[in-house]
T-cell receptor, first 113, second 112 residues
Framework: KQEVTQIPAALSVPEGENLVLNCSFT??????LQWFRQDPGKGLTSLLL?????REQTSGRLNASLDKSSGRSTLYIAASQPGDSATYLC????????????FGKGITLSVRP | GAGVSQTPSNKVTEKGKYVELRCDPI?????LYWYRQSLGQGPEFLIY????????DSGLPNDRFFAVRPEGSVSTLKIQRTERGDSAVYLC??????????FGSGTRLTVV
């Protein structure tokens, strides 16, 4: 059974700092790994998706990497802004027919002005 | 529609009552997923549909929970004899081809 872990649960940084959010997973048989953002009281917004054959994906100030062999993914946020404050969740999609996402508990990020 | 629509956005019910939560996915998305999210936790998988059939219902906590998707589009999550522990945000998502997953804004269920 896939287990996804995100540590720490919360992070507070000053504006402008570059930061890395970590995600680990126990089963390397993944189809892809996805990062989502969740604002308070809202649903999830897709940020980045990395296919199992890829090593990284970039979108603006965000860069996500994937190391299947070690069961790790990281989300790098450059030059953080107060508007980046939210909860960031990673989720794994397994190989095979089942397409359900398995989520970590998320990291709540606060960027201080 | 343009996104995944969930109704109602908020539902307060008394313990022991029956509730139905509705999800209207993106048109053409064959897969539909239900998750439950408690405060400070990540979404917990409940059930997913591929077309009209439940492809994986291993996350349903007990037989009070049931979901249907009779025409392969709209889905309803049904909870019988609600308990206070059922209080959570229920999220629905749809996907085509296991790539982009689009989530609705959720239904906040409060059992009093």
């Amino acid at each position: 059974k896939q287990e996804v872990t995100q540590i720490p649960a919360a992070l507070s940084v000053p504006e402008g700092e570059n930061l890395v959010l970590n995600c680990s997973f126990t089963d390397s048989a993944i189809y892809n790994l996805q990062w989502f953002r969740q604002d308070p009281g809202k649903g999830l917004t897709s940020l980045l998706l990395i296919q199992s054959s890829q090593r990284e994906q970039t979108s603006g100030r965000l860069n996500a990497s994937l190391d299947k062999s070690s069961g790790r993914s990281t989300l790098y946020i450059a030059a953080s802004q107060p508007g980046d404050s939210a909860t960031y969740l990673c989720a794994a999609v397994p190989t095979g027919a089942n397409s359900k996402l398995t989520f970590g508990k998320g990291i709540t990020l606060s960027v201080r002005p | 529609g343009a996104g995944v629509s969930q109704t109602p956005s908020n539902k307060v019910t008394e313990k022991g009552k029956y509730v139905e939560l509705r999800c209207d996915p993106i048109s053409g998305h064959t897969a539909l997923y239900w998750y439950r999210q408690s405060l400070g936790q990540g979404p917990e998988f409940l059930i997913y549909f591929q077309g009209t059939g439940a492809a994986d219902d291993s996350g349903l906590p007990n037989d009070r929970f049931f979901a249907v998707r009779p025409e392969g589009s709209v889905s309803t999550l049904k909870i019988q004899r609600t308990e206070r522990g059922d209080s959570a945000v229920y999220l629905c998502a749809s996907s085509f081809n296991r790539v982009r997953y689009t989530f609705g804004s959720g239904t906040r269920l409060t059992v009093v």
